[in-house]
C-alpha cells in the first residue's frame, strides 16, 4: 500500500487547508488512517485518527475543535482539514494506515507517506 499526501503549503495564521490522503496499491478500506505531524527538532506527534467506517473519530488536545479528519473509501483517500491554523502548527504532516486501532502510537501503522509541509507565518 502505497500513501502520497498532498495540500501542504504556506498560509496565514487564522487560514485553512485541507490535506489529502490518497492511497494505492493493494488497498483495503478496512483500515484506521491517522495524520501525524513532525516540528523540526521535535518528535512525532499524534494529530487525528478516524476508524474505518468513519464512526470513530480521535483528536489532539491541541487540534480539536480546528481539525476534522474524514475520508472517501470509494476513492481511497483520506482527509485532514485545518481551520483557523496557527504558527505552531508548523510540521510536516504524515497519513498513516493501519489494521487496528490503537490510535495515537505511531507502531501500531503499518503504512506511511511521505509527508507534506505546512507552513503557518504569525
Known amino acids: 500500500v502505497q500513501l502520497v499526501e498532498s495540500g501542504g503549503g504556506l498560509v496565514q495564521a487564522g487560514g485553512s487547508l485541507r490535506l489529502s490522503c490518497a492511497a494505492s496499491g493493494r488497498t483495503s478500506t478496512h483500515y484506521t488512517m491517522a495524520w501525524f505531524r513532525q516540528a523540526p527538532g521535535k518528535e512525532r506527534e499524534f494529530v487525528a485518527a478516524l476508524t474505518w467506517n468513519s464512526q470513530g473519530k480521535y483528536y489532539a488536545d491541541s487540534v480539536k475543535g480546528r481539525f476534522t479528519i474524514s475520508r472517501d473509501n470509494a476513492k481511497n483517500t483520506g482527509y485532514l482539514q485545518m481551520n483557523s491554523l496557527k504558527p505552531e502548527d508548523t510540521a510536516v504532516y504524515y497519513c498513516?494506515?493501519?489494521?487496528?486501532?490503537?490510535?495515537?502510537?505511531?507502531?501500531?501503522?503499518?503504512?506511511w507517506g511521505q509527508g507534506t509541509q505546512v507552513t503557518v507565518s504569525s
Open positions: 498513516a494506515a493501519g489494521s487496528s486501532w490503537f490510535p495515537r502510537t505511531p507502531e501500531r501503522y503499518n503504512y
